[in-house]
């Protein structure tokens, strides 16, 4: 210690036979002093050193001085833009191992509560996750903070696409922009997702040939996938929008499990018990059946390949329906029992037509 500071000294692994030492001062506090030390030590055992002076502002125009020179004017300029219009305003103060996914959640949804646009503030978030990445990388962070704010809004479009249209996991993670036709509400299923061989995925044709077929979009999954959109539009430096609907930031299909586990985390989260993916297409089912739509339109809207598999699958749900539906024919075949009874035929004396009378 000296003058009222902190500093700490290690030797570190030797390069090329002579010793390291490094010493670093300055630091308020011993126990400031000893975690820089410890993160130190740590990093030389992992081959990553996390630098706690380092705030969240000088990285970032660290960043844009290597994207100068590798990116298009155009677009350097818009990263340049995001870094010093929002994210040093917002974030620049903080230490870079300080930061956080809330930190970044509150500032998403400040911004859109004031009433900006949220391709802006999508772009700004993902110029935020373009350079975090960068960080992870280079071995200076262990994870990025703002890759949590990407996957949950995925995530909650994805569970509203498939609850919203009955679609089977595999079909909504195998989904691409090409056939999806938002402006006319519709989209087809061409691929489904597997994991086959020890994990590997796969993407192939869907369950049945009746799978392979059009969808139509009720105006909540319109909602989703204008969202998801922006928020992909956002995440390219382009503003292009192509390949799979779903998928990790390099484009990559999001493996099943991990999305699953998500789903689990999110609903004990909020206490309701433990469900899976394909729970959502019986949900859609069990919703619109519950509605009084006709099995033969249910049936066509999960892309069954026969009314028998639907009825199977879903007969238990129609208990009360069947209860009405004698019911009805019961009362039909009792008025037509109820007319004849009350109607009979008789002839009068010199006539040879028969005459109906009122009972």
């Known amino acids: 210690m000296k003058h009222g500071t902190w500093t700490y000294c290690v030797d570190l692994t030797p390069d090329e036979g002579r010793r390291r030492t490094r010493r670093r001062g300055g630091f308020a506090t011993r126990a400031e002093a000893t975690r820089e030390m410890r993160a130190v030590l740590d990093g030389e055992l992992r081959g990553v050193y996390e630098n706690r002076r380092t705030t969240v502002a000088s990285f970032l125009r660290e960043w844009l001085v290597l994207q100068k020179v590798r990116l298009a004017p155009n677009t350097y300029a818009g990263y340049r833009a995001c870094v ?14 300080d930061l956080r996914p809330e930190h970044i959640d509150a500032w998403i949804t400040a911004q859109l509560d004031a009433g900006r646009g949220a391709v802006t503030v999508y772009r700004a978030a993902s110029t935020l996750r373009n350079a975090l990445n960068a960080a992870v990388r280079s071995w200076r962070l262990r994870y990025n903070p703002a890759d949590k704010e990407h996957y949950a809004d995925q995530l909650t479009n994805l569970f509203e696409v498939m609850l919203g249209t009955g679609m089977r996991r595999g079909e909504a993670l195998a989904l691409h ?5 938002v402006m006319d509400r519709k989209l087809f299923v061409r691929w489904t997702l597997a994991a086959i061989d020890n994990g590997k995925l796969t993407l192939g044709k869907p369950k049945t040939p009746a799978s392979r077929a059009w969808i139509s979009l009720s105006p909540r999954v319109v909602a989703a996938l204008h969202r998801q959109a922006a928020l992909q539009m956002s995440a390219h430096p382009e503003g292009r929008l192509e390949g799979l609907v779903f998928s990790t930031p390099g484009g990559a299909p999001l493996r099943p499990q991990w999305v699953l586990d998500q789903l689990r985390k999110r609903a004990a989260e909020i206490s309701l018990p433990a469900i899976g993916l394909h729970d959502l297409r019986h949900t859609a089912a069990s919703i619109m059946i519950a509605e009084g739509i006709p099995l033969a339109i249910v049936s066509k809207t ?6 028998a598999t639907t009825i199977n699958l879903y007969g238990h749900l129609f208990k009360d329906s069947a209860d009405q539906a004698v019911h009805a024919l019961s009362q039909a075949l009792d008025r037509a029992q109820a007319g004849r009874t009350q109607t009979h035929f008789s002839r009068d004396d010199g006539g040879e037509n028969p005459m109906p009378v009122a009972a």
């Not at 305003?89 to 230490?95: E, K, V």
């Not at 999960?302 to 009314?307: A, I, M, N, P």
């Open 84 to 97: 010093e219009r929002d994210l040093v305003p917002a974030f620049g103060h903080r230490r870079l191992l």
């Open 302 to 307: 999960l892309r069954h390949s026969t009314l």
């Open 177 to 181: 922009w090409d056939d999806v036709h």
